[in-house]
C-alpha cells in the first residue's frame, strides 16, 4: 500500500529562538540547519531575514542541504502599504531562500486589537503577500496566526484567511495554536473542518505547548488530514515551547497507526541519530539535557524497581514500548532501594564484575544496598561507588593504601595587600605497603585542599592516578534540622576521557566528602588494574 507523505518543518531556529535564554550565533544556526537537513527534516525555518544582524546574514547565501528547503520567516505586508512598498517585505524577497513562511492574522480579534486594521485589509495583505512571492518564484506558506482560537470566534473569517493564502498560491496553509491553549480534540474537529474546503496535503500545523499538549495536538490534527507539522528539537519556543520533533519523529516512524499510513524524510538509519541531535542541540545551547524527555532522555528506558528489572531482563518488551536502540538510547537497569536480585546482576554484567548466581553474597549485596540508601547514599547516580560496594561485598578489592588520619584547616586572614582571604590546608598520612607518606596541599577550598593532598603522593600507585581530575562536585543536606546529614556526588575523569561518580554520605561534609573521594582513587585503580 502507498503511503502519503508527510512534511516536517523544523521552526528551531525561529521560534526557538524565541524561547527565553536562548540565543543562536550565527555559526550555531548553520551547525543546526545542517543537522536538521542530515536528519530529514523537510524545511529548515532560519529565522526572519531582516529582522536583526545574525538572521540577514545567515540568508545571505542558501547553506548546501541535500534534502531539506530552506525557509525564511515574515510578516505580510503591513496595512496601509502596497506590497511593492514594503521594506519588510521586500527584505524576506531579496533573502537566499527556497520557501517563505508568511505569518498571518486569522482572527478577527487580533486584527482589530493587534493590528488595528479591518478583516479586508487582513485578506488583501495576504492575498498580496503571498502573490509577492510566488512572483518571485518561492514556494509559499502562511502560518494563520491564532486560527483555532480565531476559528472559534469567528470561523468563517479564520477559514477566509486560510483560503485567501491556498487561493492565492500558497503551498502550505499552517493552522496555528498561538496562544497553546486548544485540545486535541478541538485541533482535529477545527482541522478536519478546514479540510473539506483546502486538501489536507496542503495542510500544515503548528502547535504551542502552553498545555502540555503540542505532540498530541499535532497528532490530532494529522489524524484530520493535515499533512505538515510545524516542531523544533527538544521542543523549543516562545513560553512552553512548540511540538517537540524529538518525540514527534519516533512516534510518526515506529506507532502502526502513523507509519503505516504516512512516510516521513527520516529514515530508520537517520531515527536512530536521534539522540545524539537532540543532545547536540543541547551541548550547543550549554543546557542540561531533560533526563525525562521521552525516547531521548537518559531515563527514558532506565528501570529503576525490582519487579521490573526482573521481567525486562527476561525480554525488553515487558516494560518498553519500542526499542532504545530505534531512537540511539540505551536501556539501564538502575540499583536502588527499588531494586532486587535482578537490578544487582545486570549491574553486575554492565560493570563486568564476575558472580555466581547461587552465591549467598549476592543477597547480601542486595541487603547491603538497601541499608545503605535508607542511610542516605544514592547508588543509582554513584555507578563507581557502587561498582566498589559490590566488589567489596563479593570480597574483590585489594586494599592498595591505608589513611591513617587527614586533617583540614580553614583560615581567614589579610594577606600582604591587605586583603581578606581564605586559605584552606590539607595534610593526609598514608600507608603504602608498609611505607608511610605524608603529603599537604593548600586549596581554594577544604575538600580541594584534601583532594590534593590525597592525590598528592600514593607511592608505587601514583602513576596510575596521575591524569585523574574532578570534574563536578555536589553537595545535598538531607533530612535538614540536627539529624541532617550530608550527601556528597563527586564526578571525576581520566586522561582517556572516561567519568564516573562516586558517593559519600556522612554528618560531617568533610568526611562525606572524603569517602567520595577515597572511592574514586580506589575505583581508578581498579579500573587501571593496578597490582597489589
Ligand atoms: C506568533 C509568532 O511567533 S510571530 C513571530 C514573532 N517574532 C518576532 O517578532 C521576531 C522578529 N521581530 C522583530 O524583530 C520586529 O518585531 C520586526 C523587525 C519584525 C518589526 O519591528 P517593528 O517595526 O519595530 O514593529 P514591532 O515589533 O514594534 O511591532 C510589530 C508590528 O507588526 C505588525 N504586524 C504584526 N503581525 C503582522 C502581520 N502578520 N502582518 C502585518 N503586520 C503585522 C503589528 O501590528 C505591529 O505594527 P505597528 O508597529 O504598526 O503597531
Ligand atoms: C507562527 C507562530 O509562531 C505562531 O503562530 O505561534
Redo the contacts with the bound molecule.
Keep these: 500500500m502507498s503511503r502519503e507523505r508527510l512534511y516536517l518543518f523544523d521552526t528551531t531556529l525561529r ?1 526557538g529562538a524565541q524561547t527565553n535564554g536562548v540565543d543562536f550565533t550565527l555559526h550555531d544556526k548553520q551547525i543546526i540547519a545542517q543537522m536538521l537537513d542530515e536528519l530529514g527534516i523537510d524545511y529548515v525555518e532560519g529565522g526572519y531575514p531582516g529582522a536583526n544582524p545574525t538572521d540577514t546574514e545567515f540568508f545571505a547565501a542558501k547553506p548546501k542541504f541535500e534534502h531539506a528547503k530552506f525557509t525564511a520567516f515574515g510578516m505580510t505586508r503591513r496595512p496601509g502599504r502596497s506590497a511593492s512598498n514594503d521594506p519588510g517585505l521586500a527584505g524576506l524577497l531579496e533573502a537566499k531562500a527556497d520557501a517563505i513562511c508568511f ?1 498571518a492574522k486569522s482572527s478577527a480579534y487580533q486584527v482589530r486589537v493587534a493590528l488595528e486594521t479591518t478583516n479586508e485589509e487582513n485578506l488583501a495583505s495576504i492575498r498580496d503577500s503571498v502573490s509577492a512571492a510566488k512572483a518571485a518564484g518561492r514556494e509559499v506558506m502562511v ?1 494563520c ?2 486560527f483555532f482560537d480565531g476559528y472559534k470566534e469567528d470561523a468563517d473569517f479564520a477559514l477566509a484567511c486560510a483560503k485567501a493564502a491556498y487561493e492565492s498560491g500558497a503551498r502550505w496553509v499552517v493552522l ?1 495554536d ?1 496562544n497553546g491553549g486548544t485540545m486535541p480534540h478541538e485541533v482535529e474537529t477545527i482541522v478536519g473542518a478546514v479540510t473539506k474546503h483546502i486538501p489536507g496535503s496542503h495542510v500544515g500545523i ?1 502547535a ?1 505547548n502552553d498545555t502540555e499538549q503540542a505532540v498530541a495536538n499535532s497528532l490530532a490534527a494529522v489524524r484530520a488530514g493535515a499533512r505538515q507539522i510545524q516542531g523544533t528539537l527538544n521542543g523549543l519556543g516562545e513560553r512552553c515551547g512548540n511540538a517537540n520533533l524529538c518525540s514527534l519523529i519516533p512516534t510518526l516512524r515506529l506507532k502502526n497507526e502513523f507509519s503505516d499510513a504516512l512516510e516521513i524524510g527520516v529514515t530508520d538509519e537517520k531515527l536512530a541519530t536521534l539522540m545524539k541531535v537532540s543532545r547536540a542541540l543541547d551541548d550547543m545551547l550549554n543546557r542540561a539535557p531533560n533526563r525525562h524527555a521521552p525516547y531521548v532522555g537518559e531515563s527514558a528506558f532506565v528501570t529503576k524497581t525490582g519487579i521490573h528489572a526482573s521481567a525486562v531482563l527476561k525480554d525488553p518488551q515487558t516494560y518498553e514500548h519500542v526499542s532504545p536502540d530505534s531512537v540511539g538510547n540505551h536501556r539501564k537497569v538502575l540499583v536502588s532501594d527499588q531494586a532486587g536480585r535482578s537490578n544487582v546482576m545486570a549491574e553486575l554484567d554492565r560493570a563486568g564484575i564476575p558472580y555466581e548466581k547461587s552465591d549467598p553474597k549476592l543477597a547480601r549485596l542486595v541487603e547491603e544496598l538497601k541499608e545503605r540508601e535508607a542511610a542516605g547514599f544514592a547508588y543509582e547516580s554513584a555507578d563507581a561507588s557502587f561498582d566498589l560496594l559490590a566488589r567489596r561485598t563479593l570480597g574483590r578489592v585489594p586494599e592498595y593504601f591505608k589513611v591513617e588520619q587527614f586533617d583540614v584547616n580553614v583560615e581567614q586572614r589579610y594577606n600582604a595587600n591587605g586583603q581578606r582571604v581564605t586559605v584552606a590546608l590539607a595534610v593526609v598520612k598514608v600507608d603504602v605497603a608498609g611505607e608511610r607518606l605524608i603529603s599537604a596541599a593548600e586549596g581554594n577550598g577544604p575538600v580541594n585542599a584534601l583532594d590534593v593532598a590525597l592525590r598528592k603522593d600514593l607511592g608505587k600507585y601514583q602513576k596510575y592516578i596521575e591524569g585523574l581530575k574532578l570534574i563536578d562536585y555536589r553537595v545535598r543536606i538531607l533530612n535538614g534540622g540536627t539529624e541532617a546529614v550530608t550527601r556528597v556526588l563527586i564526578e571525576s575523569e581520566d586522561e582517556n576521557g572516561e567519568s564516573w561518580t562516586t558517593i559519600g554520605v556522612s554528618p560531617n561534609i568533610i568526611d562525606a566528602s572524603f569517602q567520595a573521594l577515597m572511592d574514586s582513587v580506589v575505583y581508578k585503580l581498579v579500573k587501571s588494574g593496578a597490582p597489589v
Design positions: 521560534d505569518v502560518d496566526e491564532h496555528c498561538t503548528h504551542h
